[in-house]
């Protein structure tokens, strides 16, 4: 299983984008990268997967260069109720088992 | 569609005391997990099934700890004795077959204090 590394913690303001760089060096040919957000008292949410180049939905884009040995959540105009923790996951196409979420990074969004 | 159901939603014992989560996953959902987070922590894996059979348990503390999945759907968690450490909440998650497998739905979770 590849492990990752992430920032411990970020900063920024309201309306800023937050780019939080995710490291996989031991990614596997059949790994997808997962992101998940996690709200004090919540279980975790799942937000987006990709496995290359660049992909998009109504929450964040995920950029992951040609290598795949790192990736970056792109949070556009973040706000306050984006305060979370962010976790990064590799994991095998249909999920696999062994699911190993690390410390993530804990993005504090000030006014 | 509901959401992964747990219950109870918070529970404080004495130390040597037993208890037990209840979790219902997402109908349908194939892979069922129960995980342990520690404040300031993330989440760790502590068993995976697949229906009803048991794909991980290498993180499971076996001598007080102990999951069943019940016809596929239900599953409960279940330690005893109680040890101070395990103060945390314990997360339950599913998620579907085939190649979405790999998005995880978590519950509530329910938050145990053991004095």
């Known amino acids: 299983l590849a492990k990752t590394t992430q920032p411990i913690s970020m900063d920024s303001y309201e309306g800023q984008e937050v780019n939080i760089t995710c490291s996989h060096n031991?990614?596997?040919?059949?790994?997808?990268i997962t992101w998940y957000q996690q709200f004090p008292s919540q279980g975790p949410r799942f937000i987006i997967q990709?496995?290359?180049t660049k992909v998009t939905n109504e929450v964040a884009s995920l950029f992951i260069p040609a290598d795949r040995k790192s990736s970056t959540l792109s949070l556009p105009r973040v706000s306050l109720s984006d305060t979370a923790v962010y976790y990064c996951?590799?994991?095998?196409?249909?999920?696999?088992?062994?699911?190993?979420f690390g410390a993530g990074t804990r993005l504090f969004v000030k006014a | 569609e509901a959401g992964v159901a747990q219950s109870p939603r918070y529970k404080i014992i004495e130390k040597r005391q037993s208890v037990a989560f209840w979790c219902n996953p997402i109908?349908?959902?194939?892979?069922l997990y129960w995980y342990q987070q520690i404040l300031g922590q993330g989440p760790k894996l502590l068993i995976q099934?697949?229906?009803?059979?048991?794909?991980?348990d290498s993180q499971l503390p076996k001598d007080r700890f102990s999951a069943e999945r019940l016809k596929g759907v239900d599953s409960t968690l279940k330690i005893q004795p109680a040890k101070l450490e395990d103060s945390a909440v314990y997360l339950c998650?599913?998620?579907?077959?085939?190649?979405?497998?790999?998005?995880?739905?978590f519950g509530p979770g329910t938050r145990l204090t053991v004095t």
């Open positions: 998650a599913s998620s579907p077959a085939g190649p979405m497998g790999y998005e995880q739905y």
């Open positions: 031991n990614i596997a040919t059949n790994d997808y």
């Open positions: 990709g496995y290359k």
């Open positions: 996951l590799v994991v095998p196409e249909g999920g696999g088992f062994k699911t190993i």
């Open positions: 109908s349908g959902h194939a892979t």
């Open positions: 099934f697949q229906n009803n059979g048991v794909v991980d």
